[in-house]
């Protein structure tokens, strides 16, 4: 590392008693680069074992890494806290310009400890901390508006990240997420609950410090290969034009889309909500996280007439991706655009995770269909497949939680099917509801055993996706997975946006780092890899996840994917390979 | 022929998705990481859904920026715009404050201002068109 590179900052900010403080932590940057390995280890060092999620015991952690500001596509910053959605290690990715914003601060990773007593907002400008009363932005309908307000008030536009929760965070749904940027995310497990839980309602972030770099010409020459490479890529390019929505018609005819709670893999609405058709009707903006040139992050502009008066339109920017047109779209049978794009409106307003609230509405329906919840329970709402309007209904009582109902909703499906019933088709892995794959056995075995239950651990969709019509042993699954969620370990420590893992190969990674003043080989940074990997798993072990207690719901079992109709004995086989592979005793 | 004289212009500002890639070009050739010393500017237009704002010099040839400094640390360059002479400025702030576009940046560092030089290396890796060099004489 460059002896002046500010990365090894670490910035404490204490909510009980509104103090602040930097600490330099060169020895844990320098072992464990930045993002995860550096998050990992400060959430062991802060969160005391058996921290109740929503106490003000459970640290945020946000950290950056050492590619953040020097190279392009390390655009995403880590946050890592216990979630209160499964009770286990929480860890979520956001871009927009969160991790840009924090590493020009001057600061590797952010540390949040304690809970205000009132609603605040803590401004982070250079190395001065504010904070902020935000009780008048407590309540306020859409955190739109409330990115909005800030953004008015605090200085460093162009070059700052406005995070913020929603009235979800507010009211701790346990999938609360924190928006950034209005349309990025920290989406999964509940991080927007944990600010809310604080009564921190936004963090913003800006500064101007400068990065210092070991060898000036071969940066730039490095710099521009890989620019070069980015533009370039075919598979940039498909992140470009269509986006991750580009997903949706080969997964469908793959019969690997979750429709209706899965009681299907194949979906005959799939071309309304495709990434082909949201593209030609209604994209009305492509933008990027700062520092990416391959901008994937698509706008619909959805125009809509106002009932009482002739030719009053509004037009709604709202952002589009797979997992949500999945979650919000497929999931329900919900095949109109506009009525999807309406649906994804309303997550972003209220601050939900789309994923988790398209899975828990998933199962009420059914849960519904099959009487085991009537009209007393979901106070009149008559959930069916497609119909969108009950549904922006249903998110708002999530929110709102005026009965036991949506209040055992808001906790998320596992909780409200131990309650209801219906176990065997509330689709979460490790208490988290699941992305949008039915592609085979690596999928559901990356759900079941990555670390923070994410189609992004182990990337297993790819895998079944690639093997499909190969000869191949579970053995050969269960290695793949295991050193493809190792070697991520890396990029989210860097931090490098999963899309360009095509591009920063282990060899790319360990010549990157050389100008920048770092030396490490591809063998070094494998091993870092692993032992970050096991960090995390040491403290998912610690706070009582086991291996031989994972629930399997019936449905993934009945509903058949490429692969054909998956059998519990092929995860119990995993599982053991697993065990074996990853040396630790549950 | 000699080579014509250039300039760095806004060819499509509808077209620029705020990566900020150009801003950190610019601070490349000064050999360093971030976007502190950049001399173009991007930011959004009142929230990122209605585009974004670039600020570059339009290399004007009667530029107020030299006009207001006192100390003539600025030199109308061939084509338009200035050069800066950091030896002989002594950081007023005056040329920032002429300026109506908001164009001369200004480095804290060295509380100085940062003047874009109309070199184009920014264009290089503006992945959408949004700037590009164009020919003033």
Same mark, same amino acid.
């Not at chain 1, 190279?71 to 390390?74: G, K, R, S």
């Not at chain 1, 700062?290 to 901008?295: I, T």
């Not at chain 2, 360093?32 to 001399?39: H, I, Q, V």
């Given at each position: 590392m460059h002896p002046k590179d500010p990365l090894p900052n670490v910035l404490y900010i204490d909510l009980t008693r509104k103090t602040y403080w930097v600490e330099n932590r060169k020895e844990l940057f320098e072992e464990y680069l930045g993002g995860a390995g550096v998050a990992i280890n400060l959430l062991k060092e802060e969160c005391p074992k058996g921290a109740d999620p929503l106490g003000p015991e459970n640290p945020i952690i946000f950290a950056v890494g050492p590619f953040t500001g020097l190279?392009?596509?390390?655009s995403k910053t880590v946050a890592m806290f216990k979630s209160p959605l499964t009770g286990n290690l929480g860890e979520s990715h956001a871009g927009g310009r969160s991790a840009i914003a924090i590493r020009m601060a001057g600061y590797g990773a952010i540390v949040i400890k304690g809970a205000s007593d009132r609603p605040v907002y803590v401004a982070v400008h250079g190395d001065k901390v504010f904070f902020r009363d935000a009780s008048a932005l407590w309540g306020i309908k859409s955190s739109l508006t409330v990115g909005r307000i800030i953004r008015e008030r605090e200085p460093g536009a162009g070059m700052r990240t406005i995070m913020r929760i929603g009235r979800a965070g507010e009211r701790l749904v346990r999938y609360a997420c924190v928006v950034t940027e209005t349309y990025r995310h920290f989406g999964r497990l509940g991080l927007g609950a944990v600010f809310g839980s604080k009564k921190l309602k936004a963090l913003v972030i800006s500064g101007r410090k400068s990065i210092p770099v070991a060898d000036r010409k071969s940066y730039r020459e490095i710099y521009k290969e890989l620019y070069d490479t980015m533009v370039k890529s075919p598979a940039m390019r498909k992140y470009h034009d269509l986006g991750t929505a580009a997903n949706v018609i080969p997964l469908n005819k793959l019969g690997a889309l979750p429709v209706k709670n899965l009681q299907?893999? &194949?979906?005959? &609405?799939a071309d309304g909500i495709s990434g082909e058709n949201l593209a030609e009707n209604y994209l009305g903006r492509r933008i990027a996280c700062?520092?990416?040139?391959?901008?994937c992050i698509h706008l619909a502009a959805l125009r809509e007439p106002y009932v009482d008066e002739p030719y009053f339109y509004k037009t709604t920017f709202i952002s589009y991706d797979y997992e949500l047109i999945y979650s919000l779209g497929s999931m329900l049978g919900v095949g109109d655009a506009e009525e999807l794009l309406k649906m994804l409106d309303e997550v972003e307003v209220l601050g939900l995770d789309g994923i988790s609230s398209g899975v828990v509405l998933a199962w009420a329906t059914e849960a519904y269909e099959k009487g085991l919840i009537s009209d007393k329970e979901t106070l009149g709402l008559k959930f069916k497949w497609g119909d969108a309007e009950t549904y922006i209904k249903a998110l708002r009582y999530i929110v709102s939680q005026p009965n036991d109902f949506y209040k055992a909703l808001a906790r998320g499906v596992d909780y409200a099917s131990k309650v209801y019933g219906g176990e065997e088709f509330a689709l979460a892995f490790g208490g988290n509801e699941m992305p949008g794959y039915h592609t085979g056995p690596t999928g559901y075995f990356g759900f079941l055993v990555g670390s923070r239950h994410s189609h992004l651990d182990m990337g297993g969709y790819s895998i079944d996706q690639k093997v499909l019509g190969k000869e191949y042993t579970l053995e050969e699954l269960v290695e793949k997975a295991l050193r493809e969620e190792e070697w991520r370990q890396i990029l989210s420590s860097l931090v490098v946006c999963f899309f360009a893992r095509g591009i920063y190969k282990p060899e790319v990674v360990a010549k990157a780092f050389k100008p920048i003043g770092w030396d490490l080989s591809v063998d070094e940074l494998e091993a870092k890899g692993r032992a970050i990997h096991r960090l995390k798993y040491e403290f998912k072990i610690r706070e009582g996840f086991s291996l031989n207690k994972l629930r399997i719901p019936k449905r993934i079992l009945e509903t058949p994917t490429p692969h054909g109709r998956l059998s519990e004995e092929t995860f119990k086989e995993m599982l053991e390979i697993f065990k074996a592979k990853i040396g630790l005793s549950f | 022929m000699a080579s014509k004289i250039k300039r760095l212009d806004i060819i499509d500002v509808d077209r620029c998705v705020g990566c900020l890639s150009c801003m950190f070009a610019c601070a490349r050739r000064f050999g360093? %990481? %971030?976007?502190?010393?950049?001399?173009i500017a991007v930011r959004s237009t009142a929230g990122v859904e209605r585009g974004f704002v670039v600020v570059v010099c339009r290399a004007c040839t009667d530029p107020p920026c030299a006009r207001v400094c006192p100390v003539g640390a600025l030199t109308l360059r061939k084509g338009g715009g200035v050069y800066l002479n950091p030896s002989k400025c002594i950081g007023c702030g005056f040329c920032k404050e002429a300026c109506p576009i908001g164009? =001369?940046?200004?480095d804290d560092e060295m509380n100085k201002p940062i003047i874009c030089t109309h070199c184009g290396y920014c264009v290089n890796f503006c992945?959408? %068109? =949004?700037i590009g060099l164009v020919e003033v004489a």
């Open positions: 190279y392009p596509i390390a299907a893999s &194949k979906f005959e &609405k700062a520092h990416c040139p391959v901008a | 360093e %990481g %971030g976007y502190d010393r950049s001399a164009a =001369v940046m200004w992945p959408h %068109g =949004v």
